[in-house]
């Protein structure tokens, strides 16, 4: 059976950790495409190198040519620019726009098949754009977001009860900037909700409100160590999963920006909503209830992607 071909659209800091996964799991054969000559030659070379040490075959080659992106089974797409120390991910907005469109006319016409998972910032105004210029199926192109700020959560979560990883669940939901709402009901230590949890004295309210202010600005305090860019290893590898989940059909439930049309009450943008990911793309949007609360941050954040989606139309229109 002909191998699986992964399309890494942007070869930068995560793309390159991209392949490196993509080809170390052996997900398929993997082309990096970028406009920086050398950049995707020179990292799909090195990762090739590694691979009679690490022992998997997966073929890589780097490119400025979106021809070679032909038929490929997945695009995930990081093309742009990354915020830097004292910018938001809003200020992004302006140029990698521009870039969406020129990745989305590329992949329309060289692989109108694939799976699109866009990470580029601002992750929910950008997937929406990129699914327009695409004109892919909707439920073909999603945004990573939810799997890395719940990952985010989680992690701290299990710094705090000093427990496995593992053992923590979590979920995210909302746009992925500072109104993501982060539901504390749906987030479990052994299926344990986290109210529950505080009830029980292994924690205390204030420590899980400490936590889920550090979640919703864990891009930032990267950014504030790295100072040259932003996260890129678990950013990297959120979108490995989805990947995974999509080429072996294995449907997990996760948290990622879907095109919504009625669910939640709400019609044409991407949100992040726990999805059902499998060979068909979003399969199922889980609408989960939330209370009076969770609901009006829900719709906070809402509001805060159609203001990005706004500003969009109003610089290129034909996203009207
Ligand atoms: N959704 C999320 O949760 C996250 C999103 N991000 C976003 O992902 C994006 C990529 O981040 P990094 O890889 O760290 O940035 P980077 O700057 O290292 O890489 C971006 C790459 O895109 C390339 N590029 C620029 N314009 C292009 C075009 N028109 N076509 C093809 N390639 C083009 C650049 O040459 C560069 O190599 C940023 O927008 C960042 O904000 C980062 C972390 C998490
Ligand atoms: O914060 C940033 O600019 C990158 C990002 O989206 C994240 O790490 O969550």
Redesign the pocket.
């Known amino acids: 059976m002909a191998r699986k071909k992964i399309a890494l659209?942007?070869?930068?800091?995560?793309?390159?950790?991209l392949a490196h996964l993509a080809a170390q799991k052996e997900l398929g054969d993997v082309v990096l495409?970028?406009?920086?000559e050398g950049?995707?030659e020179g990292k799909g070379l090195d990762i090739a190198e590694s691979s009679p040490v690490d022992g998997y075959d997966s073929r890589l080659k780097g490119t400025q040519d979106y021809k070679d992106i032909a038929d490929a089974d997945v695009c995930i797409v990081?093309?742009?620019?990354?915020?830097k120390p004292g910018m938001s991910?809003d200020d992004?907005l302006g140029i990698?726009l521009?870039?969406m469109k020129?990745?989305g006319e590329?992949i329309k016409a060289h692989a109108p098949n694939a799976l699109v998972i866009?990470?580029?910032?601002?992750?929910d105004a950008?997937v929406w754009a990129l699914q327009k210029f695409s004109g892919l199926p909707k439920e073909k192109v999603v945004?990573?977001?939810g799997i890395?700020?719940s990952a985010r959560f989680r992690y701290f979560l299990a710094e705090e009860f000093d427990v496995s990883v593992e053992s923590v669940t979590a979920f995210v939901l909302g746009g992925?900037g500072d109104t993501m709402v982060p539901l504390e009901r749906y987030s479990t230590v052994a299926g344990i909700p986290l109210p529950d949890l505080v009830e029980m004295g292994w924690t205390t309210q204030d420590k899980i409100n400490s936590i889920i202010d550090r979640t919703r600005k864990g891009?930032g305090e990267i950014v504030a160590l790295l100072k040259t860019?932003?996260?890129?290893y678990?950013?990297a590898a959120?979108a490995i999963q989805m990947a995974e989940s999509y080429l072996r059909d294995k449907k997990l439930v996760v948290p990622c920006a879907a095109y919504l049309s009625g669910e939640y009450g709400l019609n044409d943008l991407y949100v992040g909503v726990p999805i059902v990911l499998g060979s068909g793309g979003c399969e199922r949007i889980v609408q989960v209830n939330f209370t009076a609360e969770e609901k009006a941050m829900f719709e906070n954040s809402v509001g805060a992607v159609r203001e990005l989606m706004d500003a969009c139309i109003k610089l290129d229109p034909s996203l009207g």
């Open positions: 659209i942007g070869a930068g800091m995560i793309g390159g950790t495409f970028d406009i920086a950049i995707p990081t093309a742009g620019v990354a915020r991910r992004l990698n521009k870039v020129s990745v590329g866009c990470i580029t910032n601002p992750l950008m945004g990573m977001a890395l700020d992925h891009g860019g932003s996260a890129y678990a950013p959120s």
